[in-house]
């Protein structure tokens, strides 16, 4: 099918070449149309191997989530499947992540933006712990609700739970920014972890920034903050956040969508 589209893409643009150099200049029609097609299939094979060189590098990708995923499994039993970690949802690596780090940090209150997949490895994590809980806040009513039956689903409901959180305006430092309703926040003091997952960047630009300067006055002294998929936007969000709060230390870590671990510096 691939194959096709690029005939007649590579054919269309040829014959309307052909027909333009036929009208202007009917005796080097010929000529000029022979280049015209050996041009155009040219370009259409380079986009055909830019689309394989991509779609190679995606199956890399998951092939290299395959070990991560076993050793989670291992480290984490579920009552029932998980749903899967693909598109938006949490790579099998990071869930192991946050389950290393639930075991090393021991945390009493997680509080996550977005939900799903994610908000239930914490609360088997949580549950295998023997303590804690996590609050997901999330944006959209109907994923909210499809969290909600999972964690019915999961028998986490003693250690999950997901807030509604619209988006709303939020002002920091004077400019006006998006994020989740702050008033979800009432009652969620000293978080030990907080995990960024949200919101998405097809909803807006910069909608992650306040993130961090809004939970940060909320985090306990050990709190870590946990940002994962570092795309085109978050790197200018990080480098704000340096600026504004020099006292987080960034940790890069290298895994499949990238994540970025913060911590405050001890106190000299």
């Known amino acids: 099918m691939h194959g096709i589209k690029v005939a007649l893409r590579a054919g269309a643009a040829t014959a309307a070449i052909g027909l333009g150099t036929y009208l202007v200049a009917p005796g080097v029609a010929p000529i000029l149309t022979i280049a015209a097609a050996a041009s155009a299939l040219g ?20 092939a290299g989530q395959i070990q991560p995923l076993l050793e989670l ?11 899967a970690m693909r598109e938006f949802a949490i790579a099998p690596d990071l869930a192991l992540l946050l389950t290393e780090l639930i075991a090393a940090e021991q945390p009493e209150l997680v509080v996550e933006t977005g939900s799903g997949v994610s908000t239930l490895v914490i609360g088997y994590a949580l ?27 999961h028998d986490l409901g003693s250690f999950a739970r997901v807030v509604d959180a619209a988006l709303e305006p939020v002002t920091l430092d004077g ?16 978080i030990d972890l907080v995990l960024d997952d949200g919101p998405p960047r097809y909803l807006g630009s910069m ?34 956040w340096k600026r504004l709060l020099p006292e987080f230390r960034q940790h890069v870590v290298h895994n499949k969508k990238g994540a970025v671990i913060l911590r405050r510096d001890a106190p000299a």
């Open 43 to 62: 370009f259409e094979l380079t986009r055909v191997r830019a689309t394989l060189l991509r779609r190679l590098e995606d199956l890399d990708g998951d």
């Open 73 to 83: 499994r291992a480290r984490l039993p579920t009552r029932q499947p998980l749903p």
């Open 127 to 153: 549950e295998k712990l023997g303590r804690g809980r996590v609050v997901a806040l999330e944006h959209d009513p109907v994923h909210a609700a499809r969290t909600r039956a999972e964690i019915a689903r």
């Open 175 to 190: 400019a006006r920014h998006r994020w989740h309703a702050v008033r979800a926040l009432d009652g969620l003091d000293a």
């Open 207 to 240: 909608l992650r920034y306040p993130s961090l300067p809004l939970l940060a006055p909320r985090l306990s002294s050990r709190g870590v903050f946990v940002l994962n998929m570092i795309g085109e936007e978050e790197p200018a969000v990080l480098a704000r």
